[in-house]
């Protein structure tokens, strides 16, 4: 269902092979930056709802925009960014009818009401966004019951009528594109090597295994430790997430399990095919933030090392994502070490990806990243600085951060890779011959 709007744009902007790219490039300026933006917006209206200061809740949407692939996924035509919006959209909605601990506002019956319906039609549309995402309905549903205002006839049927529309919507594409409203594109996979993957467990879903939570929550190339540090924060505060608000705690915790669980069972595609960090658990992302901000104040609360030790993983995980997503953030999965096997070396050679500081500037090379890497340093020093200016905890900060810093990139760098050094250098010489010159 979302690729009717592409076929919309692929015809106004012509409807040949010649129009893709400025179809391309219009989705993304128009549409999916402006709404990732969104999302973040959103998610820092909740962290704030939930009593995190707001100098807090501003310094974890830099640690979560800047420090995981959520950008990188809202910037680029693919679903993830839209359900991780629509999952915290939804949550946004609920929260107008019903406060942080379960007490219906004060906007009026018919008010309240209209909120919930559109929390259901948040779920619904993440459903027709992406499949999988039924489990952000699946949690929304169990976090509403959480209230026992919401345990009456009027306020399902409220949910219910949201969720119905997006959701008829879905199956009648599917009707309309495979001949039943049952039937999925992973039914209809053009290669056999991808049907293949969804042709066993539950369209290719298994109980998961050691060895795809060790990547997804592990691994430098698709885990959660390195990639997104702020998200697995976030699991971490599920516990300090009840304390606060119960339905949105069950919200929450059941959609980001269910989607951990989901994804790890995926044997054959858990990784996300070519890309950098775990693509696949994005639509549950924002969710997660609203956990990690509630341990990033607990933790910045008790200053001294354990604070700067934080502050130093969420700067390396900034610096680690953006760096490699400024050389190639496509990586097959065959690498396991990318900020050495891949990043480093792209960026020894001056090939990053192609960018705005080309783009605007007309600057090449690594000089094309130097105003990318000044506002990152910005970004950098805003979220650790009140750590810094604290009085008589600069030491023990400062020693924290290069501490967890240190750890972070030695990790990172001195991982094994699986592939030969011979195969390395190839592709990388291979991606740096495709590199072409922006317009």
Not at 10 to 25: A, R
Not at 194 to 219: A, R, W
């Amino acid at each position: 269902m979302l690729g009717l709007p592409f076929i919309a744009a692929y015809k106004v902007f012509g409807g040949d092979m010649g129009s893709i790219e400025k179809m391309t490039n219009f989705t993304r300026t128009f549409m999916m930056v402006p709404l990732s933006l969104l999302t973040l917006f959103l998610i820092r209206f909740l962290m704030v709802r939930l009593g995190v200061a707001a100098v807090i809740a501003d310094r974890s949407v830099v640690a979560f925009a800047l420090g995981t692939s959520f950008l990188h996924y809202g910037a680029v035509i693919f679903g993830h960014a839209l359900v991780t919006l629509l999952s915290v959209g939804a949550a946004a909605a609920m929260w107008k009818a019903v406060d942080n601990a379960g007490e219906t506002q004060n906007v009026g019956e018919r008010k309240r009401l209209l909120w919930i319906t559109l929390a259901g039609f948040c779920a619904g549309m993440a459903f027709a966004v992406e499949y999988q995402a039924v489990v952000v309905f699946i949690g929304l549903f169990l976090g509403f019951l959480m209230v026992a205002e919401n345990r009456n006839i009027k306020a399902v049927v409220a949910l219910g009528l949201g969720t119905v529309g997006p959701v008829a919507g879905a199956l009648w594409y599917n009707f309309a594109a495979f001949g039943n409203p049952l039937a999925t594109s992973y039914d209809n996979l053009h290669h056999k090597a991808s049907q293949s993957n969804h042709d066993h467990g539950f369209f290719g879903i298994e109980l998961p295994s050691v060895d795809t939570l060790y990547g997804l929550l592990i691994s430098p190339a698709r885990g959660l430790l390195v990639c997104a540090p702020f998200v697995l924060l976030g699991i971490a505060g599920l516990v300090l997430l009840w304390k606060r608000s119960r339905w949105l705690a069950v919200y929450c915790g059941v959609t980001i399990v269910f989607y951990l669980l989901m994804v790890a069972g995926g044997k054959d595609f858990w990784f996300g095919g070519w890309s950098f960090g775990p693509r696949l658990l994005v639509p549950m992302f924002g969710l997660a933030a609203l956990g990690g901000a509630l341990v990033f104040e607990k933790i910045e609360a008790h200053g001294g090392v354990s604070a700067g030790a934080l502050g130093g993983v969420l700067v390396a995980a900034i610096v680690y994502n953006v760096f490699v997503f400024s050389m190639f953030p496509e990586l097959p999965f065959e690498y396991s070490s990318p900020f050495r096997s891949v990043a480093i070396p792209l960026a020894a050679l001056g090939a990053p990806s192609p960018n705005l500081g080309m783009t605007l500037l007309g600057l090449s090379g690594l000089w094309s990243l130097f105003p990318l890497l000044l506002i990152v340093v910005g970004f950098c020093v805003y979220l650790v600085w009140p750590l810094m200016v604290r009085p008589g905890q600069r030491v023990a900060v400062v020693v924290g951060m290069v501490l967890a810093a240190s750890v972070f990139f030695v990790f990172v760098g001195g991982y094994p890779e699986k592939n030969s050094v011979e195969n390395a250098k190839k592709f990388v010489g291979w991606i740096s011959t495709l590199r072409v010159e922006t317009k």
